[in-house]
T-cell receptor, first 116, second 109 residues
Framework: DAGVTQSPTHLIKTRGQHVTLRCSPI?????VSWYQQVLGQGPQFIFQ???????GRGNFPDRFSARQFPNYSSELNVNALLLGDSALYLC???????????????FGPGTRLTVT | KNQVEQSPQSLIILEGKNCTLQ??????????LRWYKQDTGRGPVSLTI???SENTKSNRRYTATLDADTKQSSLHITASQLSDSASYIC????????WGLGTSLAVNP
């Protein structure tokens, strides 16, 4: 059974461009969360989606947006890229949207975004 | 303010030795505490997840302890292997996951 998949694995963009990152959750999981991890730091929560609805949002500017599709896959979009957006972007899937034990999060391998 | 602090920031040990990583938190209300292992450039992998009522939980060579009164947790790694070299992150959940900065562990031959 496949785990969480993310694409692309690596991406290089220039300042001002936009980027779309994709995530496919584990089969049967209905929730997807997005995290940004800057080198040397812990993951920072960006969004959580459950059943195609936004269930949580972290402290990120409006340049960051996301959506979840009927098949529970998700896209993270970042507009007007800044150098500081360079990071590992992690997607995590879970059965539900809560933070309880039953909703363990399983992480994908991440997308390494470099903004030059 | 909800915070998770980990120590040490980094640690170097020899293969075969044991080590203990610490996590202190000031998070309320408390739901659960998780330890993740993250290899460089990869996504975190869950090691243990503990609720308020659990004091100790083991997963192969990893043993996590939790003292909910003092708001402290530890992760003990037994008989370390080279593949244990990674960042170990403590995560505490009130209504949202609060991530620590992690301890970077290097296991040398």
């Amino acid at each position: 059974d496949a785990g969480v998949t993310q694409s692309p694995t690596h991406l290089i963009k220039t300042r001002g461009q936009h980027v779309t990152l994709r995530c496919s959750p584990i089969s049967g999981h209905k929730s997807v969360s997005w995290y940004q991890q800057v080198l040397g730091q812990g993951p920072q929560f960006i969004f959580q989606y459950y059943e195609k609805e936004e269930r949580g949002r972290g402290n990120f500017p409006d340049r960051f947006s996301a959506r979840q599709f009927p098949n529970y896959s998700s896209e993270l979009n970042v507009n007007a890229l800044l150098l500081g957006d360079s990071a590992l972007y992690l997607c995590a899937s879970s059965l539900g949207a809560g933070q309880g034990i039953s909703y363990e999060q399983y992480f994908g391998p991440g997308t390494r975004l470099t903004v030059t | 303010k909800n915070q998770v602090e980990q120590s040490p920031q980094s640690l170097i040990i020899l293969e075969g030795k044991n080590c203990t990583l610490q996590c202190n938190y000031t998070v309320s209300p408390f739901s659960n505490l998780r330890w993740y292992k993250q290899d460089t450039g990869r996504g975190p992998v869950s090691l243990t997840i503990m609720t308020f009522s659990e004091n100790t939980k083991s997963n192969r060579r990893y043993t996590a302890t939790l003292d909910a009164d003092t708001k402290q947790s530890s992760l003990h790694i037994t008989a370390s292997q080279l593949s244990d070299s990674a960042s170990y992150i403590c995560v505490v959940s009130p209504c949202r996951l609060i991530w620590g900065l992690g301890t970077s562990l290097a296991v040398n031959p």
